[in-house]
């Protein structure tokens, strides 16, 4: 669902840097990885632990999507 929804918004949208070209993909890559290595790896030591390693790797992924994006038009 992911690289689907990815690929709608690369069709869309036109690359203005070659950041733009590449950059979006390869963060798509990155965010699967890290899914990966959260579903395989070890459990977190705490439910508090693991709420806050959530919460700021989203905030990470929000601002990194949304500099991407300034690198299209």
Same mark, same amino acid.
């Given at each position: =669902? !992911?690289? $689907? $929804?990815? !690929?709608?918004?690369?069709? @869309? #949208?036109?690359? @203005? #840097?070659? !950041?733009?070209?590449?950059? =979006?993909?390869? *963060? $798509?890559?990155? =965010?699967? !990885?890290? +899914?990966?290595?959260? *579903? *395989?790896?070890?459990?977190?030591? @705490?439910?508090?632990?693991?709420? %806050?390693?959530?919460?700021?790797?989203?905030? %990470? *992924?929000?601002?990194?999507?949304?500099?991407?994006?300034? +690198?299209? @038009?």
């Amino acid at each position: =669902m !992911l690289f $689907g $929804g990815m !690929l709608l918004y690369l069709r @869309s #949208t036109a690359a @203005s #840097t070659p !950041l733009g070209r590449y950059g =979006m993909p390869v *963060f $798509g890559v990155i =965010m699967l !990885l890290v +899914q990966a290595a959260v *579903f *395989f790896g070890p459990p977190p030591p @705490s439910a508090g632990a693991a709420a %806050l390693t959530a919460l700021l790797l989203y905030c %990470l *992924f929000a601002g990194v999507a949304a500099w991407l994006d300034r +690198q299209r @038009s």
